[in-house]
């Protein structure tokens, strides 16, 4: 598991561990799994930096390349979005079995898993498979199973409990991870081993006070850790020059000890600051067209009726909701449709369990149940156009668009000018 925090590159290091499964091991299949909203970029990501071409997949789509790779053996690379996949409820009915394609799909990964259906399988925004009893954590199961390594990405690991992060390790590791009470022995002498190891990492504290917290650890019930930690103390009684290469060796060995650290690599922002990007934000203002001022307007009224009628302080309403607007009105507009069911656009989820919206968001919904409307807001997206045409007259697009109309070397050693792309012209306009 791989729980970087978020912004640090948790999707180049899944396409670099693909990468390496490739040369180490001729891996071939591979699948990506993510929210729906990821599948493009995902797409795009391994396109442009790993030259994977991977193809967009729903259930049908995936049974089908399974399936002639059976018997062609020539690999494939798919991506689905975990509502495209996720079993139905009666998937595996004995008596009136579901015969849509995410039931059959489910039924064949259940009864070729010990064939190692994947070379690796990677699950996107894996904590939404945190609770043991969803069809999300069902369909992580049966790829699991099917996989040959499996990797789960996930900022946020742990919701409420720390039995989040074991239900999910659980998928990578059944045997270890299968009790809890086990999980909460493990964590606890995880604990100190992590402190040395945040210890060993961190210049500031010295050497001396590394060595004192390794000889203080306790030999662990669980993680069977005394003879590495006998030889680790040996070391350090003999003594050892305090350099960054010392310290990153004793922090390898230390989470070699811990069976967490083997299995899920954490980065924090904190970790990498001396590689941080200074960002210089920059505010562009943006004016609304009648359409979309119209339907702001509307939404407006409707939290301050909402509000006049319940005696609410309508400010506090509308403080988020306004947010969620100036982010993306089309969004926000497909967002009350959708959860409150009067703009359906996802056959693929018709049969997910809802959750029931509250009074204000049903209120909300009323009023965005048009699906023209909504495509009138998406394909007239004065805020996007305005962020696009701010990027085009960036320093960075300008330099592209100089760069494209430049004098080069040709072939043959003489100067030559090139006609820029129709993609540097416009960056060129845009300057």
């Known amino acids: 598991m791989i729980a970087d925090e978020v912004g640090l590159g948790k999707t180049i290091e899944?396409?670099?561990?693909?990468?390496?499964?490739?040369?180490?091991?001729?891996?071939?299949?591979?699948?990506?799994?993510?929210?729906?909203?990821?599948?493009?970029?995902?797409?795009?990501?391994?396109?442009?930096?790993?030259?994977?071409?991977?193809?967009?997949?729903?259930?049908?789509?995936?049974?089908?390349?399974?399936?002639?790779?059976?018997?062609?053996?020539?690999?494939?690379?798919?991506?689905?979005?975990?509502?495209?996949?996720?079993?139905?409820?009666?998937?595996?009915?004995?008596?009136?079995?579901?015969?849509?394609?995410?039931?059959?799909?489910?039924?064949?990964?259940?009864?070729?898993?010990?064939?190692?259906?994947?070379?690796?399988v990677i699950f996107d925004e894996a904590h939404h498979m945190r609770n043991a009893d969803t069809a999300n954590h069902k369909l992580g199961q049966l790829v699991t199973e099917a996989?040959?390594?499996?990797?789960?990405?996930?900022?946020?690991?742990?919701n409420l409990r720390?039995?989040?992060?074991?239900?999910?390790?659980?998928?990578?590791d059944p045997d270890t991870f299968e009790n809890e009470w086990?999980?909460?022995?493990?964590?606890?002498e995880n604990a100190p081993l992590v402190a040395a190891c945040e210890a060993a990492r961190n210049p500031g504290v010295p050497i001396a006070s590394v060595a004192k917290l390794i000889d203080e650890l306790p030999p662990g019930r669980i993680l069977k850790t005394g003879g590495r930690l006998k030889r680790l103390r040996a070391e350090l009684k003999s003594g050892v020059e305090d350099t960054p290469e010392t310290r990153v060796r004793l922090a390898a060995r230390l989470e070699e000890m811990s069976l967490l650290g083997s299995i899920v690599n954490r980065t924090r922002r904190r970790d990498v600051a001396e590689f941080k990007v200074e960002r210089r934000p920059k505010?562009?203002?943006?004016?609304?067209?009648?359409?979309?001022?119209?339907?702001y307007n509307r939404i407006t009224h409707a939290i301050e009726r909402y509000a006049y009628d319940r005696d609410l302080n309508e400010r506090f309403l509308l403080a988020q909701t306004?947010?969620?607007l100036a982010s993306s009105l089309a969004s926000a507009y497909r967002h009350w449709g959708e959860k409150t069911g009067n703009?359906?656009?996802?056959?693929?989820?018709?049969?997910?369990?809802?959750?029931?919206?509250?009074?204000?968001?049903?209120?909300?919904?009323?009023?965005?149940n048009d699906r023209t409307v909504l495509a009138e807001l998406e394909r007239n997206d004065t805020k996007f156009e305005r962020l696009s045409a701010a990027i085009m007259r960036s320093p960075a697009t300008r330099s592209k668009g100089r760069a494209a109309s430049t004098a080069r070397l040709s072939a043959d050693g003489t100067q030559a000018l090139?006609?820029?792309r129709a993609a540097d012209r416009i960056a060129a306009r845009g300057s």
């Open 322 to 324: 306004q947010r969620l």
């Open 162 to 172: 720390s039995n989040d992060l074991r239900v999910l390790l659980k998928l990578l």
């Open 418 to 420: 090139h006609e820029p």
């Open 182 to 188: 086990q999980f909460a022995i493990l964590q606890d």
């Open 14 to 120: 899944a396409g670099l561990i693909w990468t390496e499964l490739v040369a180490r091991f001729d891996a071939r299949r591979l699948l990506v799994v993510c929210p729906k909203p990821l599948v493009e970029k995902w797409r795009a990501e391994l396109r442009s930096k790993f030259n994977v071409e991977a193809k967009a997949c729903n259930a049908a789509e995936l049974i089908d390349l399974l399936r002639d790779d059976t018997e062609r053996k020539q690999g494939f690379a798919a991506i689905a979005s975990l509502s495209s996949l996720r079993p139905p409820a009666k998937w595996n009915d004995d008596v009136e079995p579901d015969q849509s394609a995410r039931g059959q799909l489910a039924r064949y990964l259940a009864d070729e898993r010990d064939d190692e259906l994947f070379d690796l």
């Open 147 to 158: 996989a040959d390594y499996s990797l789960l990405l996930s900022a946020t690991p742990i």
């Open 343 to 368: 703009l359906s656009l996802d056959e693929e989820d018709d049969d997910a369990p809802k959750s029931v919206p509250g009074p204000l968001v049903s209120a909300l919904g009323e009023i965005c």
């Open 283 to 295: 505010t562009i203002p943006w004016e609304m067209s009648a359409d979309e001022r119209k339907f």
